[in-house]
């Protein structure tokens, strides 16, 4: 590693004799009459080409008062090699020419891939707890470098990735090895996908420490909420709220809702003229008491139309059973409540979870099933509705 201290920019080399992919992070620390200053980079990928001379960073006038540390991360076929590099304010530089200064490399070592990998798939679930102080440095740069990988693969659907996905299917079809269909396995095949990239791990053993993963302890679950929570506050906060008393009519002693009044409230309530711009969900409240809790990604209305058909085929004797907890749901006041969701909206089933879990809305506490998702849900589709 050599520094040109006679340019500004672009002044700190590396010169490789092979072709190797690479991290590199620079730290600084300075400490001068009490005041105590330091700084720390993020850790950059490089790919050097055999023999070439690269420029890694630009060392300032001010960065050279710092006691500056540097690390090069080299990942090899079968290990990670780890050097580190220091200037002491230029005192312990080798001057190679003019105004081009040798930065010693103080400490080298290495790391077997086969251990780092071990040690990601003992924590293939930091990428959601964020995790920062797992590991000692200089380690922690190159293990919270690879959980970033990781992080970026799962954040972009490691699915997305067909070469490596095509070479999961072969794996599983040799080693009779099945995933799960679920967040987790996505997390777990991130890891796997930069175990393949970075530490070049042979199937063979990524089967061994699916293996021994299998013996590991379930995840946190507060880990999977955290890792929601801040996007999930952030729909909500996004939410438009509305509450409309329903009118009830009566007609030969039959009493209906009068559904083209709902409509008109329901548009004059959110300012739209369409209803399937009214989406969400929605809470209907008989007597001040939460009846039920349900959810629309098409359309409001055309569901509540379906709940109000629901009654009047249980007082003809129509409907299978679970319709009869509909009977009496006219005989009080009637108010809907709606959550307008115009953003966000895969998370309406969940929120729908969430709110119907917490209030156990009567029709909930009625049922003599266990609750799994709405009634709705099974019975047709949103497009069924509106035929």
Same mark, same amino acid.
């Given at each position: 590693m050599s520094l040109d201290i006679g340019k500004e920019h672009n002044n700190l080399f590396l010169e490789s004799n092979e072709e190797i992919?690479?991290?590199?992070?620079?730290?600084?620390?300075?400490?001068?009459?009490?005041?105590?200053?330091?700084?720390?980079s993020d850790a950059k990928e490089l790919n050097t080409l055999e023999n070439e001379r690269i420029a890694l960073d630009s060392i300032t006038k001010i960065d050279l008062d710092y006691m500056l540390e540097f690390h %090069?991360?080299?990942?090899?076929?079968? /290990?990670?090699?780890?050097?580190?590099? *220091?200037?002491?304010?230029?005192?312990?530089?080798?001057?190679?020419?003019?105004k081009v200064y040798e930065i010693p490399c103080e400490k080298s070592y290495s790391i077997d891939n086969s251990k780092i990998a071990a040690i990601l798939a003992d924590h293939f679930y930091s990428i959601i707890t964020h995790e920062e102080n797992l590991f000692p440095f200089p380690e922690k740069i190159l293990y919270n470098f690879l959980f970033q990988k990781q992080e970026k693969l799962y954040r972009n659907n490691i699915f997305s990735y067909y070469d490596f996905i095509d070479e999961v299917n072969a794996f599983k079809e040799k080693y009779k090895v099945q995933f799960e269909q679920s967040e987790g396995t996505e997390i777990i095949l991130s890891s796997l996908c930069v175990m393949r990239k970075y530490?070049?791990?042979?199937? %063979?053993?990524?089967?061994?420490?699916? /293996?021994?993963?299998?013996?590991?302890? *379930?995840?946190?679950?507060?880990?999977?909420?955290?890792?929601?929570?801040?996007?999930?506050?952030?729909v909500?906060?996004?939410?438009?709220?509305g509450s409309i008393k329903v009118e009830i009519e009566e007609e030969q002693g039959v009493k209906k809702v009068n559904m083209k009044k709902l409509l008109d409230d329901i548009k004059?309530?959110?300012g739209v003229e369409n209803r399937a711009?009214?989406?969400?969900?929605?809470?209907?409240?008989?007597?001040?008491?939460?009846?039920y809790v349900g959810e629309s990604k098409k359309g409001i209305y055309s569901r509540l139309r379906r709940h109000f058909s629901k009654e009047e085929k249980s007082k003809n004797g129509e409907g299978p059973k679970r319709y009869s907890f509909f009977k009496d749901l006219l005989e009080g006041e009637l108010r809907i409540d709606i959550l307008r969701m115009e953003e966000g909206l895969e998370y309406r089933k969940l929120l729908e979870e969430i709110i119907t879990l917490s209030e156990r809305p009567k029709y909930k506490q009625s049922i003599d099933?266990?609750?799994?998702?709405?009634?709705?849900?099974e019975e047709g589709t949103e497009e069924d509705e509106d035929k």
């Open positions: 992919r690479s991290i590199y992070h620079i730290n600084g620390f300075m400490s001068e009459d009490g005041f105590v200053d330091s700084f720390e %090069i991360f080299a990942f090899g076929e079968k /290990e990670v090699g780890v050097y580190q590099f *220091k200037s002491n304010k230029l005192r312990n530089l080798h001057k190679l020419r003019d530490l070049n791990i042979e199937w %063979i053993e990524i089967y061994r420490l699916l /293996e021994r993963e299998n013996d590991m302890p *379930k995840p946190d679950l507060r880990n999977f909420i955290a890792n929601i929570d801040e996007e999930l506050m952030s909500w906060d996004k939410v438009e709220f004059k309530v959110f711009d009214v989406k969400g969900i929605y809470l209907i409240y008989s007597n001040d008491e939460l009846f099933i266990d609750y799994v998702v709405p009634v709705d849900h």
